[in-house]
């Protein structure tokens, strides 16, 4: 395969924020940002130039608003909803809330209240959308087609999940799922077990949970979850259910459709079954975020973000030539921990002409991103480090 | 001295967001804040619930809304200006910002867009204004009564000076002192020396100094010293100076008042003079930050911020009894390292009564927070941990 042909198709693939920054449109001043479709108003306190509007439920942070940010501010994180957003009352009493553990040696509810007495901790992590790259699957899978931007690293500040299970007296023997479910209304009618958020994790995902009631130190806003969320560090997006209102812990997992069939892995034109892969851990990923178009001649800083998904990072690399030789790339900024993703810089002297510039993360275990993506029919899962290069004209 | 007695008194000093929380007027819920005065126009993107608007070039984050956050918030984040803030017009091209170099072996000035391309780190540090405790200075220190919210953690984005310094050939031999020169426009008719905001640091700042145009990932606002500001991690505030326009070295430090007289402590009724110390590396310094009022018997969850100043944190303690005991209190989240502070928790089981709620930082060449302030003409740095010790209520 030509990588300069391939680069340029997937080029015209990026959305609009790739396209408006190929044809130059955008300058690299994010206040110079044009907002396109107004936000929905249950985020419009967000920053409009940063995100783009997919639809209502669905809008993605801009490649080049994720910047050289090791935390993505609230204002500019991607929203991705299964579900129209809860009413606002939810969140004007947040200690008030309410949440049933179910599976534990001694089932009950607590409210947010409550939780708070049990602990605090505050952790790093990348959410990510488990279709964030499905823009880049040339076969159109469908759902929102996200490029990189439904993702950021955030920092969650919750009760841990094992402290509250202690104080629950422990998980009921047998069980080997954890499941949350969304306080999210639904529709009458219709049955709730095709539409609820009720989404189950292996319990190897306990250890690193966190019931969490901040976002980036403010009270966690409806639109992300507020007033409680289950937080999966490591975990694709959608197992870190919002406004978690049932906890449970089971020997299978939820018959939900989400679950029973949303959300597999599997070959183009099949449907989704139990016996397929889930969107669990996440893989190893990395993106550059700059330069997205034309850059001068000289010194140019090479900057993106790396992250090694469920296992740590070990290192990224950088290629200016389409893959055919690859540099170590240098970290910026301080190590937020396991599950947070690292900005990462490469200074290339660059003469005029055409470039692709890509990037690749190693994880510790010596897994890498690989060349290609694994093609599959909901375009979940991409980590091809060739999907995510960019055609760079240096003049 | 009686500890309880003390602690009432200092109890009535901590200003308008102590007086409404001892009165039981403020919510823990953030969102309820009341908001007072309104914010000043360059800055009414900020949170006016999470402010005390002191003046308009003076505001201070309300000590609830310091939370549990790792990172304070672009919209959280304390002002103080000494000068008007300038036209909004120096930050419509940021790449175009030129600051000139002297005291280097080749001295010339680069614009944002040439310093850009020299390197970049991202730094965490505390930015905290030199008089941040003087609300409690009883001799009425003048100035603006911060109590302790004249102080966040933040994210700085931008490029060491070391590298920037290596561009220019090196420091000019015999230069002992780096001074910052800020881009505000000077009034007419007035001694420029007495007015700008030109400030010098010993040369060992320059290692960890950055010059930086991020702030939490978000290009630097105006507010705080967008496009460019110096940034002296382990520094007060004074010293790093916003709208960067001039940096020099030289044997001496500046003549502008603000260097000369300015920021020297001194004992109370002296003035101000050059072999005074000046306001540069910080001290080790906590506050409690929850609980700050009434709180239910049974587990309470302590909460604050701790930082080492210039040295690193090595532990922080905390004190239910106006400090006859003290407990080590445990760090949240990751270290962001040397110049962050940490959150920190200690979980006290509490029957009713009235507590006396203190919390004591070490830095690790053994300096502790000490009991009572340094009396001090301008009510400098202050770290004492009894003056900010807070009177809790447990029902």
Redesign the interface.
């Known amino acids: 395969m030509n990588d300069s042909i391939d680069l340029h198709r997937r080029h015209l693939l990026l959305g609009s924020a790739g396209a408006l920054a190929s044809a130059g449109l955008l300058s690299v001043?994010?206040?110079a940002w044009a907002a396109q479709t107004p936000l929905p108003d249950y985020v419009n306190w967000k920053t409009p130039g940063a995100l783009i509007v997919h639809s209502d439920k669905t809008l993605e942070t801009r490649r080049e608003a994720q910047?050289?940010?090791?935390?993505?501010?609230?204002e500019?994180l991607f929203i991705r909803n299964n579900l129209p957003t809860p009413d606002p009352a939810i969140?004007a009493?947040?200690?008030a809330w309410s949440v049933t553990f179910q599976g534990v040696k001694n089932p009950r509810s607590m409210t947010l209240g409550e939780l708070?007495?049990?602990?605090?901790?505050?952790?790093?992590s990348v959410l990510q959308c488990s279709g964030n790259g499905r823009a880049f699957f040339p076969h159109g899978a469908s759902g929102t087609q996200w490029s990189v931007g439904a993702a950021g690293c955030v920092?969650w500040?919750g009760v841990p999940m094992r402290l509250v299970i202690e104080a629950l007296g422990g998980i009921a023997d047998g069980s080997r799922y954890m499941t949350s479910n969304g306080g999210e209304a639904l529709p009458d009618g219709l049955d709730p077990k095709s539409l609820v958020v009720e989404r189950s994790v292996p319990l190897r995902a306990v250890e690193q949970a966190l019931l969490a009631w901040?976002l980036?130190?403010?009270?966690l806003p409806l639109a992300h979850g507020g007033p409680l969320r289950m937080v999966l560090p490591g975990f694709y997006g959608v197992n870190n259910v919002k406004y978690v209102k049932q906890v449970a812990f089971s020997p299978e997992q939820s018959d939900a459709k989400i679950q029973v069939s949303g959300y597999r892995i599997r070959p183009i034109g099949q449907s989704g079954a139990p016996d397929q892969p889930s969107m669990w851990e996440m893989n190893v990923k990395s993106w550059i975020t700059r330069p997205l178009q034309q850059v001068k001649a000289?010194?140019v800083?090479i900057?993106g973000v790396a992250f090694g998904g469920a296992k740590p990072l070990l290192r990224v690399e950088v290629s200016t030539n389409g893959g055919d030789h690859w540099h170590m790339a240098r970290f910026?900024?301080?190590?937020?921990?396991l599950h947070?993703w690292r900005?990462f810089?490469f200074?290339a002297d660059l003469a005029p002409g055409s470039y692709n510039l890509a990037s690749r993360a190693i994880d510790f275990e010596g897994d890498m991103q690989p060349r290609e993506r694994v093609e599959n029919e909901r375009g979940y899962g991409n980590n091809a480090w060739l999907d995510h290069a960019v055609a760079v004209q240096v003049v």
Chains 1, 2 share one sequence.
Do not use: C, F, W, Y
């Open positions: 001043t994010p206040h910047g050289t940010g090791l935390v993505t501010s609230n500019r969140v009493d947040p200690d708070k007495q049990l602990g605090v901790e505050t952790v790093a920092l500040t901040e980036n130190g403010e009270p000289g010194r800083m900057q910026i900024g301080p190590d937020l921990g947070a900005p810089l200074v």
